[in-house]
């Protein structure tokens, strides 16, 4: 495959990229398959300088003969890859960033369950970019909630996305770290969102609401939050929206001296927050919409069977299940799926990920099977 400068015409918007995108050093931009979702976008994503060979691959999907189905989970996991050297870089390319925040957004309306599964069980490093993509995944399904435009909800994605970047290097120290903060560790974590904001206005970012959104996603709705200490409506919206889901999916997530907390313990203590550091309305939608046990909850039925929640349903304590073993512990060719609003299915205990088989393919949970028996009763 040999990479060419893109031109006018080589890509489109509204239309999956015909080839992955490099920059002109060769860093991977964006990923075959991914949607841009504006004339302007392309236009200045071109202007920068993209390169690739989108006859290539139409010669070798010709080849091939036939499509392939790609996981929603798996293009999470794409674009957690695509992502790292993006969000790494000391420039970051505002239109590539709202690529790839338009495709989370695009992904989670696809399946918004298997979005929320990577959350649990998608755990590669960096630990830094992982977290602002879990996060940027949560606000998109609660805000999706609140704002029907997307266009309006475009630039609190981009902004979960970049929330962090000032302070990558020291989230990996710190993932690793055992020891207590040192004060240079915690000044720098106070500053992050300010440093972020002029980081981002380097680049190019002028829109208001996605640098209000990184700049104050850690101020609390009680005062006690930073960097300026802003209370109550005078945070941005976004922003408390952006809070709530850092802070769910930072309790989710395993560090070198603890295991990522249970999303129900996560939740409650979130719910316990509410009115302090956590705006009320915000807590009250995120347990609605995450639930007791949501997708890629490792859990324990009555019958003894031990799965994955797979789907939310209206009842948040009741998702559906797929199967992985029986109550012997032996493997379940099939993974059928259960209703836990039945007595013999009712969830019984939550377990950690390592209680899956190592060999499984996670992803698979989320590919329909013949034998699965989908009605009304699943929503």
């Not at 969102?193 to 680049?203: D, F, G, N, Y």
């Not at 005078?234 to 249970?262: K, L, N, P, Q």
């Not at 409650?268 to 302090?276: E, M, P, S, V, Y």
């Not at 019984?348 to 699965?372: C, F, G, K, N, Y």
Request: one cysteine or more; glycine letters at 6%; a negative charge.
């Amino acid at each position: 495959m040999s990479n060419r400068r893109l031109v006018p015409g080589d890509i489109q918007h509204g239309v999956p990229l015909p080839c992955d995108l490099f920059d002109h050093s060769g860093r991977l931009l964006l990923r075959l398959g991914q949607t841009i979702m504006s004339e302007s976008q392309v236009a200045r994503i071109l202007e920068i300088g993209v390169f690739g060979d989108p006859d290539w691959n139409l010669e070798f999907a010709a080849d091939e003969g036939h499509s392939t189905r790609v996981s929603v989970f798996d293009r999470i996991r794409a674009l957690r890859e695509a992502l790292v050297p993006v969000l790494s870089a000391p420039r970051i390319p505002p239109d590539v960033v709202c690529a790839h925040a338009a495709e989370i957004m695009e992904l989670c309306r696809l399946d918004p369950d298997a979005s929320l599964a990577t959350i649990l069980l998608q755990r590669a490093p960096p630990y830094g970019v992982r977290q602002m993509v879990n996060v940027a995944i949560v606000t998109e399904i609660l805000l999706s909630q609140r704002e029907p435009d997307p266009a309006a909800r475009l630039p609190v994605i981009a902004a979960a996305l970049t929330m962090n970047i000032a302070m990558l290097a020291l989230q990996e120290t710190l993932y690793h770290q055992q020891a207590d903060l040192t004060e240079p560790q915690r000044a720098e974590i106070r500053a992050h969102p300010s440093r972020a904001v002029e980081q981002l206005k380097a680049t190019g970012v002028t829109d208001s609401t996605w640098l209000s959104v990184v700049g104050q996603h850690h101020e609390a709705i009680d005062g006690s939050g930073y960097p300026a200490r802003l209370s109550g409506e005078t945070i941005d919206a976004g922003a408390r929206m952006v809070s709530a889901a850092d802070r769910y999916c930072a309790m989710v997530s395993e560090r070198a001296y603890r295991s990522g907390a249970f999303p129900s313990v996560a939740l409650r203590q979130i719910f316990l927050a509410q009115g302090k550091s956590v705006d009320v309305g915000i807590a009250a939608l995120l347990v609605k919409e995450i639930g007791l046990y949501p997708p890629g909850t490792v859990v324990q039925l009555a019958n003894g069977e031990i799965g994955v929640a797979m789907k939310r349903t209206l009842k948040s304590g009741n998702p559906i299940v797929r199967t992985i073993l029986n109550a012997s512990g032996i493997r379940l060719p099939m993974m059928p799926k259960r209703r836990t609003s039945q007595p013999s299915f009712q969830i019984t205990q939550v377990h950690p990920l390592t209680r899956l088989p190592s060999d499984l393919d996670i992803a698979s949970i989320w590919i329909p099977r013949e034998t699965d028996l989908e009605d009304e009763n699943d929503v």
